[in-house]
């Protein structure tokens, strides 16, 4: 069974610019997870859907953040215009069911704003 | 608002003895806990869990043990091995609305041989 895949592995941007970050979840999986995690601190969900809706979102700073998942699969999360603070891990993840029950992450994406 | 604390940045054990990683939580409504253990340049993978109506469990060399009057719990690792070296993040439920994971700061564990 493939695991989750993301790309990019690594983004170097300047502030103002815009990033987005792609996912593929485990095939199956109808529930994905976008975490953000800052140096020192643990993942903090940012957005959470189950199949191509939203379930919570309530931690993603809309003003910049925003993310899709169309088709129910793949999952594209984007950054416009980026701040500093913005550098971080970006982490995807998915379980087969919604409920925060064991879930399989990604390597995550390495965010550096300049 | 951390909900979910792991006190303790970094920990270094000596192969072959016992590791023991802590979390204690806020929220007293949590209802599941789980364990994750993250390698460099890799995402976190799930270790361990215990349900609240528990207070241990056990895989291996690996076993958590929940204190909910305390609202603390534990991961103990026995005998350790170099291979245990990674960061380990506890992460709680919180069973309405979104069943959302809050997770805790990460605990280092270093297994010196």
């Known amino acids: 069974e493939a695991g989750v895949a993301q790309s990019p592995r690594y983004k170097i941007i300047e502030k103002r610019q815009s990033v987005a970050f792609w996912c593929n979840p485990i095939?199956?999986?109808?529930?994905l997870y976008w975490y953000q995690q800052i140096l020192g601190q643990g993942p903090k969900l940012l957005i959470q859907f189950q199949n191509n809706g939203v379930v919570d979102d309530s931690q993603l700073p809309k003003d910049r953040f925003s993310a899709e998942r169309l088709k129910g699969v793949d999952s594209t999360l984007k950054i416009q215009p980026a701040k500093l603070e913005d550098s971080a891990v970006y982490l995807c993840?998915?379980?087969?069911?919604?409920?925060?029950?064991?879930?399989?992450f990604g390597p995550g994406t390495r965010l550096t704003v300049l | 608002d951390q909900q979910v604390k792991q006190n303790s940045p970094s920990l270094s054990v000596q192969e072959g003895r016992i590791s023991i990683l802590n979390c204690d939580y806020t929220n007293s409504m949590f209802d599941y806990f789980l364990w994750y253990k993250k390698y460099p340049a890799e995402g976190p993978t799930f270790l361990i869990s215990i349900s609240s109506i528990k207070d241990k469990n056990e895989d291996g060399r690996f076993t958590v043990f929940l204190n909910k009057s305390a609202k603390h719990l534990s991961l103990h690792i026995v005998p350790s091995q170099p291979g245990d070296s990674a960061v380990y993040f506890c992460?709680?439920?919180?069973?309405?609305?979104?069943?959302?994971?809050?997770f805790g700061q990460g605990t280092r564990l270093t297994i010196n041989p």
């Open positions: 992460a709680a439920r919180n069973p309405q609305g979104a069943q959302k994971l809050v």
């Open positions: 095939s199956g999986h109808a529930t």
């Open positions: 993840a998915s379980s087969r069911l919604a409920g925060g029950y064991e879930q399989f």
